[in-house]
């Protein structure tokens, strides 16, 4: 079965560029969550869907995060512009009851 | 404010002995906790859990202990292998029909060979 699918798996980028993150959830999976790990704060989420909606976003940094997902199996996450501290590993996850499933994360680095 | 927490952010152990990773939650009303493994270049992977109507949940060398009244579990490896090293993240769903886990920060296990 395939699992949770993130694109790029790694991406470096200029401070100041657009960068669009990318992730199929597992198929009949009702929910979709963005995490991004860094050394300070673990694994910190940013933002869920559940059935396609946004639930929670408190978790994302700034207005140069947004998030959205068209249909049940996509979702992208935008960073515009980006910056340095952006530099983290960031995961995608989707769950139908209580056991998330992670993907292998995309490994973006703003320089 | 972190809901779940890990207090060592690393653990080495010689192969062959016990690893206890140890995690505390701040929320009572949690009622089911996870444990997820992380290897290097890899999403975390879903390890082991327990309900809050248990105080053991055992799955091979695998075994987490619940203590409600300290609002304390841990996970114990025995024997430890020099595959088990790896970041371990324990988790609790948010409550209130929300689908989403609250993570503490990890522990990084080396098992020395």
């Known amino acids: 079965d395939a699992g949770v699918i993130q694109s790029p798996r790694h991406e470096v980028t200029e401070m100041g560029q657009e960068v669009t993150l990318r992730c199929k959830p597992i198929?009949?999976?009702?929910?979709l969550f963005w995490y991004r790990q860094t050394m300070m704060r673990g694994l910190e989420l940013l933002i869920y869907?559940?059935?396609?909606?946004?639930?929670?976003d408190s978790g994302m940094p700034e207005d140069r995060f947004s998030a959205k997902m068209p249909n049940a199996s996509f979702s992208t996450l935008k960073i515009q512009p980006s910056e340095p501290r952006d530099s983290a590993v960031y995961f995608c996850?989707?769950?139908?009851?209580?056991?998330?499933?992670f993907g292998e994360g995309s490994w973006l680095t703003v320089v | 404010d972190q809901q779940v927490k890990q207090n060592s952010p690393s653990l080495s152990v010689q192969e062959g002995r016990i690893s206890i990773l140890n995690c505390d939650y701040t929320n009572s009303m949690f009622d089911y906790f996870l444990w997820y493994k992380k290897y290097p270049a890899e999403g975390p992977t879903f390890l082991i859990s327990i309900s809050s109507i248990k105080d053991k949940n055992e799955d091979g060398r695998f075994t987490v202990f619940l203590n409600k009244s300290a609002k304390h579990l841990s996970l114990h490896i025995v024997p430890s292998q020099p595959g088990d090293s790896a970041v371990y993240f324990c988790?609790?769903?948010?409550?209130?029909?929300?689908?989403?886990?609250?993570f503490g920060t990890g522990t990084r296990l080396t098992v020395i060979p």
């Open positions: 988790a609790a769903p948010a409550l209130f029909g929300a689908n989403n886990l609250f």
């Open positions: 869907f559940n059935n396609n909606v946004p639930i929670d």
């Open positions: 996850a989707s769950s139908l009851i209580n056991t998330i499933y």
């Open positions: 198929s009949g999976h009702n929910s």
